[in-house]
């Protein structure tokens, strides 16, 4: 007698736990794949991979104010540690976090929240010849927060630009 | 008799869907796209474009109002964000229709009016943010880009303003202007 009622119930348990779920955000996390093999989840996973996608509000890692990966030459897989990464918000707030050892940055949701465009620049002090070297962002970044989502694939394409670089080819 | 009733009434129904799918749009509810002037919206575009059309908003392929432009999404599929530094003719006609279409009738009065009633426009307001904007305020009510757009909507286009807006220094060279 009481089948009923329950199977109700939990159909309808199942179907308010379904639609709470974002299908595009779940396709996006799902379409990263798994670790490499190795690596576990912190500071140095997923170099080059959009770190919003995770990290920008939904889930399932923390929330990051802004995150990316360096490489050193435009177009060239080669990323690069100790790299200055200089992001100056609309209102002139100031953040400058550093590439590590796999060329990630990132901050923190709770370190900055940035008023919109945020405006960035990369410094290096190149050990190999002892100077500094260093390249301003053209446009602003306009709301995303991680730099994989304009910055990613090849060179040559019209509706993106290639990894973050710090040095042309 | 009662055999032939699902045929005719199947009949009725595809002629009726005949009819309907054939028939044209009122031409009279067609609105005419009348906007600010074509020639000085180069002087408008760089503005815009560095302003709004960043690849991450309307420089995205996915955004219903796209613009086309140096450091965004470029139309040419040769071309690259960061090249060639100037907006292409083509990039300049896309973004100017896209500009004047996303509300015609409303654009349309304005750019008669001489200007008059511009805050209408969702175009000024959310550059402005006072409409929610995503993107959050692009446009400071005063500042060069504000002069930019509203001279140009007003058909007394202010050539310095675009160009301070838009980084243009001497002989159309873009600059680095800010932060």
């Keep these: ?169 | 008799m009662k055999t032939r009733l699902p045929i005719i009434c199947g009949l009725a129904l595809f002629v009726t869907a005949l009819v309907v799918a054939c028939s044209s749009p009122d031409t009279a509810g067609r609105v005419d796209p009348i906007g600010p002037n074509r020639d000085d919206f180069k002087l408008v575009a760089p503005m815009l474009v560095r302003r709004c059309g960043s690849t991450d908003c309307h420089g995205s392929s996915f955004r219903n109002f796209r613009l086309y432009g140096y450091g965004g999404q470029r139309l040419a599929a040769a071309d690259r964000p960061d090249f060639p530094a100037l907006i292409q003719p083509d990039e300049l006609r896309f973004d100017y229709d896209a500009v004047i279409g996303i509300e015609p009738e409303i654009m349309r009065d304005v750019v008669q009016a001489n200007g008059a009633g511009f805050d209408r426009l969702s175009l000024v307001r959310k550059g402005r943010n006072e409409e929610d904007h995503k993107g959050g305020q692009r446009i400071k009510p005063g500042d060069p880009a504000d002069t930019c757009l509203l001279t140009w909507l007003s058909n007394t286009t202010n050539a310095a303003a675009c160009a301070s807006a838009g980084c243009i220094g001497d002989g159309g060279v873009l600059e680095q202007c800010e932060p």
Excluded at chain 1, 30 to 56: F, I
């Design chain 1, 1 to 169: 007698m009481r089948a009923l009622p329950l199977a109700l119930l939990a159909a309808l348990a199942l179907a308010a736990g379904t639609s709470c779920a974002n299908p595009v955000h779940t396709d996006a996390v799902a379409a990263l794949g798994d670790e490499a093999p190795g690596v576990k989840q912190g500071p140095t996973h997923r170099p080059g991979q959009p770190c919003s996608t995770c990290h920008g509000g939904e889930g399932p890692g923390p929330d990051f104010a802004m995150a990316g990966t360096i490489y050193e030459t435009r177009g060239v897989a080669k990323a690069l540690p100790n790299v200055t990464v200089t992001l100056i918000d609309a209102n002139g707030d100031a953040r400058k976090p550093v590439s590590n050892e796999v060329g990630n940055f990132y901050l923190r949701a709770e370190e900055w929240a940035p008023t919109y465009p945020v405006f960035a620049s990369l410094s290096y002090a190149d050990p190999a010849t002892g100077k500094n070297v260093s390249i301003d962002m053209i446009s602003r970044i306009g709301g995303n927060r991680g730099c994989a989502f304009c910055h990613h694939g090849a060179d040559n394409e019209p509706s993106h630009m290639p990894p973050v670089f710090l040095r042309l080819k």
